[in-house]
């Protein structure tokens, strides 16, 4: 007998040191599969690898599997991902996927690789606002899903946190209505959250509080079940305004106003009540959600001031907080606008700080080692904001700036997934979050050939025609002469959506103000994309190409348009001037035809989805109006008008496009039109009014596509033959 036990230790010790004992449960990866790959997920065959400190995955076949393994589940779903990229050539993407139902292929020779990078982050801030805050349970898991197999292995959850404040300032004293009214509906929450407004909107419902802890429940359990960690909010000090007044002993700096709204203040990290109401955020978010190794703060975000506090030491005391709640926990910041601060980071404990590097100045910052005073920090990668449908990056910076400062600094341990909205741009999604897994230069041509096999399912010569003429153009932005204020890497935005003026050279405040690029060499990509072969043409990955392509060559074509309009009427040529507004105006009837044909274009798909969270019809019309009003005036007048966050989540969208952008500039081109014909200057016209009566509006809109896209974006290309 003893013989025997002496035997099966011997068997275990040596299939461990073989690594096939499984170090984590593979049956969530091998669901995540069956949901993704319904037809073949039966040919995966998963196994586990030794960590050695390192990600990594090894790709084989094995008696007629295809068999994948990975040092952690991440890393085990990136190796699936990469076998779906390189060998099957097919896609699973945010903008749709081509897959079909016919078996895979063996790979042909073993494949293994690994990332340097210990993280692999995904979602700004500002996801749960302009893309996410009213996402049920099956958008989430897609989400999670696809985020999953690209490799990620930390997200951000911010929904749920609104009922810890709750609990916690209720604790405090608060009344039930004044702390539900001092919380802010879903898509304006998170900046809440970042210490930037508060109040907007309300009173939150206390059955919306309990859906939406209910739903993150729900969301980070499927991420822990997945090996991703979710990373969650921390308590950094925002109060009501007038918390000092509940408690004339506590010490409160008063943040003044952001954007037009009036910050929540900031309680001293030094004054006793910071401790416990710090230790009773935690203790609730404990509860509700578990703990995490991740704690998401942004301290004096866009500003903020520090009044007579030392900030080394309140830095401090707000890491101690954290610590003392879960000891041996990250704080994640971003460096942003001149944060972190110096004097914040000589005051901690820097081993234990993750910092999204997004610093997206006109000169770029490359010496991160002394920058964050060697503080671990990520890559970012922001090229949309605003959850905007503008097409483009700059793919040198995810290229070439990525794997130098990966060399180059060696407190850089990962990437951030860091763009505004989410599902816009799937090239630039793809290209990012692979490039955590290559260490050799990337060839972008070979790539992007690689790309439109799987994307369209062969190698077209039009497709990559097409692709072609995308690289030397929108996926070419660089640091040029245009004045592009904060977004760096973004592309223009459609002066359609822009508030009608004949100088407009942006939609929103911070965007580029000119092309980034020609708009008579992007032209050329349509064409070539209705010249792919008919039997490629019916994927949902090209269709979005199509649409995606032929979208932004209208919304190019509008640059080119308003010097021609403006000029007519400088010259008091009413009969060009209404030739060329007309013109403008059915180019916008043509765009929202096109995007009336692709679910990822409409409306409706973003105002249907508060449907299932209001528990009465009043309710109701304030979530529209939360979904509404992010989209157009974002804010209040002040806010909109006075700090010009009008338009800064402007999207071309079917039914926006139609009832809210032309409507504009059609009510501008008669007020022009009729300033010609008396004489006189133009009246001045309330833009504020009209974007608040579409904000209140109750139109209903499809969220279902109709029409035939191939036959508008034909129509589109042949407006310039």
Request: contains cysteine; neutral net charge; glycine residues 6%.
């Amino acid at each position: 007998m003893r013989l025997l036990l002496l035997c099966f230790a011997i068997l275990a010790l040596s299939t461990a040191r073989a690594g096939t004992v499984p170090s984590f449960d593979t049956r969530p990866e091998q669901a995540l599969i069956a949901r993704l790959l319904p037809y073949q997920a039966q040919q995966f065959e998963l196994g586990t690898l030794p960590a050695n400190g390192h990600g990594r995955f090894r790709i084989a076949r094995n008696h007629g599997h295809i068999r994948v393994e990975g040092s952690t589940p991440s890393a085990l779903l990136f190796g699936v991902n990469w076998y779906l990229k390189y060998v099957a050539h097919v896609q699973i993407s945010p903008n749709g996927d081509r897959i079909g139902n016919a078996p895979f292929p063996l790979p042909a020779t073993v494949i293994e690789r690994e990332t340097p990078y210990p993280y692999r982050y995904a979602l700004n801030e500002n996801v749960d606002g302009y893309t996410a805050p009213y996402w049920d349970w099956p958008r989430w898991q897609r989400e999670i899903d696809v985020l999953a197999l690209s490799g990620i292995n930390a997200v951000l959850v911010e929904r749920g946190t609104d009922s810890v404040l709750y609990q916690t300032f209720r604790d405090a004293g608060y009344s039930d209505q004044d702390i539900r009214s001092w919380i802010t509906q879903p898509a304006h929450q998170n900046w809440q959250l970042m210490g930037n407004l508060c109040c907007f909107n309300g009173p939150i419902s206390t059955a919306l509080l309990h859906k939406r802890a209910a739903s993150a429940q729900k969301i980070i359990a499927r991420l822990r079940e997945l090996g991703i960690t979710p990373v969650l909010p921390g308590f950094y000090g925002i109060v009501p305004a007038d918390f000092q007044r509940k408690f004339p002993k506590a010490h409160v700096i008063p943040q003044g106003e952001w954007a037009g709204f009036t910050r929540p203040g900031w309680l001293d990290p030094r004054d006793p009540m910071f401790a416990k109401l710090a230790a009773s955020f935690y203790r609730h978010q404990r509860e509700l959600f578990g703990d995490s190794s991740i704690y998401d703060m942004e301290v004096f975000q866009e500003g903020g001031d520090a009044g007579d506090v030392p900030v080394p030491e309140a830095a401090r005391d707000v890491q101690d907080a954290l610590l003392a709640a879960h000891p041996h926990a990250r704080w994640m910041m971003l460096a942003w606008q001149g944060n972190p601060r110096q004097d914040l980071l000589s005051g901690v404990n820097r081993k234990d700080l993750l910092i999204i590097d997004i610093d997206h100045d006109r000169v770029p910052r490359d010496n991160r080692q002394k920058d964050f005073q060697d503080a671990p920090f990520l890559f970012g990668g922001i090229w949309e904001f605003g959850g905007r449908t503008t097409f483009g990056a700059n793919t040198r910076n995810i290229t070439e700036r990525l794997q130098r400062l990966g060399r180059n600094n060696d407190n850089m341990v990962g990437t951030a997934v860091f763009t505004e909205g989410m599902d816009t741009n799937p090239f630039a999604f793809d290209l990012f979050t692979e490039m955590a897994w290559r260490h050799e230069p990337v060839d972008l041509a070979s790539w992007t050939a690689d790309y439109v096999r799987r994307r369209y399912g062969a190698a077209d010569p039009h497709a990559l025609a097409a692709w072609n003429v995308l690289l030397h153009t929108a996926y070419d932005i660089r640091i040029d002469q245009v004045v592009f204020n904060s977004e760096r890497d973004a592309a223009q935005e459609s002066l359609f959506n822009a508030q009608p003026s004949l100088t407009a050279n942006r939609a929103s405040n911070w965007s580029p103000e000119a092309m980034r690029y020609s708009a008579q060499a992007f032209k050329q990509a349509l064409p070539e994309m209705l010249q792919v072969a008919p039997v490629l043409r019916s994927s949902e990955t090209y269709q979005y190409d199509l649409v995606d392509i032929a979208r932004q060559t209208l919304a190019n074509e509008s640059r080119m348009l308003l010097p021609q309009i403006k000029a007519a009427y400088d010259a008091k040529d009413r009969g060009r001037f209404e030739t060329l507004t007309q013109r403008w105006l059915q180019w916008m009837d043509l765009q929202d035809q096109l995007l009336a044909t692709n679910r990822f274009f409409l409306v409706g798909n973003w105002l249907v989805q508060t449907q299932p969270w209001a528990s009465s019809a009043q309710e109701r019309t304030r979530l529209d109006y939360d979904v509404r009003s992010l989209l157009t005036t974002w804010g209040d007048r002040q806010a909109s008008e006075g700090a010009s966050l009008h338009d800064y989540g402007n999207k071309d969208w079917a039914g926006l496009t139609r009832d809210y952008y032309r409507l504009r500039w059609q009510t501008y081109f008669q007020s022009l039109d009729e300033a010609l014909r008396a004489g006189t200057p133009p009246e001045a016209i309330d833009w504020f009014a009209i974007g608040e009566a579409w904000n209140r509006g109750t139109q209903v809109y499809r969220d279902k596509p109709e029409g035939d896209a191939y036959e508008v974006a034909k129509r589109i290309a042949k407006t310039w033959q």
